[in-house]
């Protein structure tokens, strides 16, 4: 192919501009026709323009940056599957500023892609990046939207595209693709890489448990174990029933502000974070925040009152909540804490960390009965009735749900979907044969992905892969190539609202970057305040299972071997006879 269009892929040296190669002729040329079988792109499907001075904002993931790009779009099908159509966004950077990388993005919610968002992310590194709509129908229609064919009919194809199937069709095509725009010589080393977090970083791991398509990735506070991490979002509801105490937001909110206040110095240091949650759940009964005054004041919110908590919902009003907290409140938020049990005591999943805001747990107001109610945790909702359930809805009730009910759900959304969302495989063989490294981060007070998940499975890879080490032993083997950093403060995939002072791992791309291209180890991961009074300030993140502390007052900073601290971190899931990984 490569011969034969050799006219139009000439020059792309040092001469080549964006004008010289952002057209739809030479884009064409590039195509790598052959490079899956069972793929054919659409060669009439190409949109292309290039955006000079393109200005990208400071994310989470990336600092601000200001470049040139190609966009290019294109679309191809699957053969032998009627009305397939997946389209694929690549945004290329020009010829100068090309420095022989690919870079793979991901979703989030139920997306398997964050529009462009993410894309600036590889651009700004000299890297083509991609996105994929998974075949879905367009870049913003989400996997749950095409799940059912009809009631009772799952929509196969999209569910396995969705759960690895586009990511690795997106990285071979992407890597060929990149090598021919770029005229690569086909011994000339292309790096590939990826950033994803929470159903990106489930992506990540998709990809990283089966291929060696990459020789480094990001993955972020990954939703994965799915079948678990989905009815989770339903635990907080279901205490409450059980209970029959549904707390107005703001007393929840009183009992994680004095965690918070008791736990922020347990770590060395008083400064608004809570960097060792595990000494706060140690140390810390928030039984005594018992008859503490609460106060928050009326909002108002959208007309119409009461709403499910989708994502992208905008809150109800609410009315001025004043009290003081009480035992049931607190009986709740401890119950919260310690995790799903079945009706037996015995433990079915981990739970959020102490200093965790108590997201799944919102309440709405009734102006009728002037109460707090129940308010379903939509995602827990969406996929008891559309994944198990197989119901073209995304509404729950939880009437008659019991603990025993949610063991249930999970063990069938477990089975059900094991091969293809629960994306827990722990033999990471094949991408550690292929040269692969994995730089894992999560907010410690993450309050939609557990952190302590992400602890299970990195401790799940070091027990399969390193049998006969002991921990010290597996732990310095795995981390010779996989990393897991837990963020002192940081909420789910952001920094958290009530810790401002957190650091946030903003550069993690190119620390990842030195270490695949020039062997650059981090032993600490560098985290910067995004935001607040102390915006700017660096930190180190220690790297699992070390952890941050200080001492002579919060003036010497060490990450350190704390054995108590480290098992406080691994549940006993003692429910089950299987092993969870
Ligand atoms: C590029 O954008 C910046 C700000 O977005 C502006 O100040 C600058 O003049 C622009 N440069 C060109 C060449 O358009
Ligand atoms: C994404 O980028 C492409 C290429 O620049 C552009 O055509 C498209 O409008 C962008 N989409 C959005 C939603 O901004
Ligand atoms: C599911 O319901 C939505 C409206 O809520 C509708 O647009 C869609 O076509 C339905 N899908 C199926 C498979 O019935
Ligand atoms: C919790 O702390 C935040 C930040 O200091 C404050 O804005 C909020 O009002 C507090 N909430 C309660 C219920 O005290
Ligand atoms: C009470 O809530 C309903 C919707 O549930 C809303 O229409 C009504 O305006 C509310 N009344 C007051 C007094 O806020
Ligand atoms: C809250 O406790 C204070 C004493 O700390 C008491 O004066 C007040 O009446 C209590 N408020 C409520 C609503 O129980
Ligand atoms: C599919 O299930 C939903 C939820 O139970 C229901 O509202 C809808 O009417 C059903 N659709 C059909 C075509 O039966
Ligand atoms: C662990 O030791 C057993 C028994 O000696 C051996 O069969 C097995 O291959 C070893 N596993 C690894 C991963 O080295
Ligand atoms: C400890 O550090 C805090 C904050 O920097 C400071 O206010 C305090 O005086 C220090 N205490 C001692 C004993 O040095
Ligand atoms: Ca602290």
């Avoid at 054919?40 to 200001?66: G, M």
């Avoid at 462009?116 to 083509?128: D, E, Q, T, W």
């Avoid at 110095?265 to 000494?279: E, F, I």
């Avoid at 129940?374 to 827990?380: H, P, R």
Wanted: charged share 20%; hydrophobic share 35%.
């Amino acid at each position: 192919m490569r011969a034969v269009q050799w006219s139009l892929l000439l020059a792309v040296g040092c001469a080549a501009t964006l004008d010289d190669v952002c057209t739809a002729a030479y884009v064409k040329a590039a195509l790598p026709l052959d490079v899956l079988e069972g793929i054919t792109i659409d060669t009439s499907s190409i949109l292309v323009s290039a955006t000079t001075n393109y200005s990208s904002a400071s994310s989470d993931f990336f600092p601000a940056a200001t470049f040139d790009y190609c966009g290019v779009q294109l679309a191809y099908s699957h053969d032998g599957i009627d009305n397939d159509q997946v389209l694929l966004m690549f945004w290329l950077p020009t010829p100068e500023n090309f420095a022989n990388r690919y870079l793979s993005t991901g979703g989030g919610g139920m997306a398997i892609n964050s529009g462009n968002g993410s894309l600036p992310g590889g651009v700004m590194y000299g890297a083509v990046a991609g996105a994929t709509d998974g075949g879905f129908g367009s870049f913003e229609t989400n996997e749950d939207d095409v799940f059912l064919l009809a009631n009772g009919t799952i929509n196969y194809e999209a569910l396995y595209m969705f759960g690895y199937k586009a990511h690795h069709e997106m990285s071979v095509i992407g890597k060929q693709f990149t090598r021919n725009f770029f005229d690569m010589a086909d011994d000339t080393k292309l790096y590939a890489y990826y950033q994803g977090c929470s159903e990106g970083g489930r992506e990540g791991w998709s990809q990283i448990q089966r291929y060696d398509d990459w020789d480094g990735a990001v993955v972020g506070a990954p939703a994965f174990r799915f079948g678990f991490q989905q009815v989770m979002h339903l635990w907080s509801n279901t205490v409450e029933q059980t209970l029959d105490y549904y707390p107005p937001p703001c007393e929840l909110e009183k009992i994680l502000n004095m965690t918070l206040a008791a736990c922020d110095p347990l770590d060395g240091k008083t400064d608004g974070v809570v960097s060792r949650t595990d000494l706060c759940g140690l140390h810390y009964d928030i039984s005594k925040t018992i008859g503490e005054p609460y106060y928050c004041a009326a909002s108002s919110g959208s007309p119409g009152g009461p709403a499910k908590r989708q994502i992208g919902g905008s809150p109800p009003s609410t009315p001025t909540q004043t009290g003081n907290v009480t035992a049931k409140g607190v009986a709740v938020a401890k119950e919260i804490i310690a995790g799903m049990k079945d009706s037996n005591g015995r433990q079915v999943y981990l739970s959020y960390q102490p200093s965790a805001a108590f997201d799944d747990a919102g309440t709405t107001f009734n102006n009728e009965t002037d109460s707090w109610e129940l308010d379903v945790s939509g995602i827990g909702a969406d996929w008891v009735a559309r994944y198990l359930n197989l119901r073209n809805t995304s509404d729950l009730s939880l009437d008659g749900v019991t603990y025993d009910t949610l063991k249930d759900w999970i063990y069938e959304g477990w089975q059900k979907y094991e091969d293809v969302l629960q994306t827990t495989w722990p033999d990471l063989s094949i991408y550690h044969g292929g040269g692969g490294k994995v730089l894992h981060v999560h907010g410690e007070s993450d309050f939609s992905v557990p952190a302590a998940s992400s602890v299970r499975y990195w401790e799940s890879v070091r027990s399969v892969m390193y049998p006969n080490l002991t921990y010290a032993e597996g732990a310095d083997a795995l981390i010779e190539w996989y990393r897991l950093y837990l963020v002192p403060g940081a909420g789910h995939c952001s920094p958290s609202t009530e810790q401002p002072n957190g650091p946030f791992p903003q550069t993690t791309l190119a620390v990842l970057i030195d270490w695949v291209e020039k062997n650059v180890a981090p032993s600490t991961l560098p985290g910067t305040v995004l935001s607040g009074s102390e915006k700017g300030t660096q930190w180190e993140i220690c790297v699992w299972p070390l952890r941050p502390l200080w001492s002579n007052n919060g003036t010497k900073f060490e990450c350190v071997y704390d054995e108590t601290s480290i098992n406080a971190w691994h549940w006993d899931l003692d429910s089950w006879d299987l092993p969870v990984y």
